[in-house]
């Protein structure tokens, strides 16, 4: 059966990807996924920005990706990160995530390249086409230093049915509300602290990093917008609102949420160059939220 779009409504997360001494930590990220299916997440989405897939081997990366959808056994979605700068190259990932069992691919804008917009047209179109699983558009300039501009995404989401969901982290509320009122793609918040607004226009969840330390919390504020409590879901924005800006605040990500999971126990917090681990004074901030959020 086809996988559908609105199939990955809720919370995603963005998973880290453990290391220890240099190497990938699988027994670590057989422990993370149990911890996010038991959690109750819709769908995992490992090898992405917050999987520090730019510094993991194509063998690593396709390791991640086989490992997360072997564990996940089919219990939830898995949408792994398959996006590169090289067309060639993100064509061979998503053949492999489809070959693996993955249920759709995260594809990042190209980056670096600063395609034009026909630039990006043509490269999701030659990803699209080489598989059949659905394909997320993510849209993150401030990382790949250039926005897909709407045209260009509602272009792309009439010509091509299997491009039928977006990752929306421009935090530009009317590029979003641009490109849900003109097409059906599920859109996805791509920043944690947006996912309230973005739901309020019309995004059905989040794909989120501080998922991976409350992903209760962020199941419940989809779940209260959802059943039409929107006092709750307010609520449960304004709570888990400091966590989610100290994870783009402190640092870069995932650096902040690498140091939460080793103060919490979850991880050895080891990251790969050039990430750096968090300043002191950071480390000492995000402590103090963590046990102010009381799960520290």
């Not at 220890?20 to 993370?32: P, S, Y």
């Not at 998503?94 to 759709?104: C, I």
């Not at 790949?144 to 530009?172: H, V, W, Y």
Request: net charge negative.
């Amino acid at each position: 059966m086809v996988t559908r779009a609105e199939e990955f409504s809720g919370l995603s997360v963005a998973m880290t990807t453990p290391f220890r001494n240099g190497k990938v930590d699988l027994e670590a990220l057989e422990r993370q996924t149990e911890f996010l299916i038991h959690s109750g997440v819709t769908c995992l989405v490992p090898v992405g920005t917050t999987g520090e897939s730019p510094t993991l081997s194509h063998p690593e990366h396709e390791t991640v990706i086989s490992t997360v959808v072997r564990v996940a056994g089919g219990r939830v979605k898995v949408m792994p990160g398959t996006g590169s700068n090289s067309t060639e190259e993100a064509i061979h990932l998503t053949k492999w995530a489809e070959k693996t069992g993955a249920d759709a691919a995260l594809v990042v804008g190209p980056y670096y390249n600063k395609p034009m917009q026909e630039g990006f047209y043509q490269h999701y179109k030659a990803v699209a086409t080489s598989v059949g699983i659905p394909v997320c558009i993510y849209n993150i300039p401030g990382r790949t230093s250039k926005n897909i501009e709407p045209a260009t995404i509602i272009r792309l989401a009439n010509d091509f049915p299997t491009i039928c969901m977006l990752k929306e982290a421009t935090g530009q509320m009317d590029q979003a509300s641009q490109i849900a009122s003109q097409t059906d793609l599920t859109i996805l918040s791509g920043d944690d602290s947006m996912t309230l607004p973005y739901m309020s226009i019309g995004a059905k969840g989040v794909i989120s990093v501080v998922g991976n330390i409350v992903p209760k919390d962020m199941i419940a504020l989809c779940d209260a917008f959802f059943h039409g409590e929107i006092i709750k879901a307010q609520q449960l924005h304004y709570k888990t609102f400091q966590l989610c800006r100290d994870m783009l605040g402190l640092a870069t990500n995932p650096i902040p949420i690498k140091a939460a999971m080793k103060l919490l126990g979850m991880d050895t917090g080891e990251m790969r160059l050039p990430l750096t681990p968090l300043e002191p004074e950071s480390e000492i901030k995000l402590r103090h939220t963590l046990e102010v959020y009381g799960i520290l």
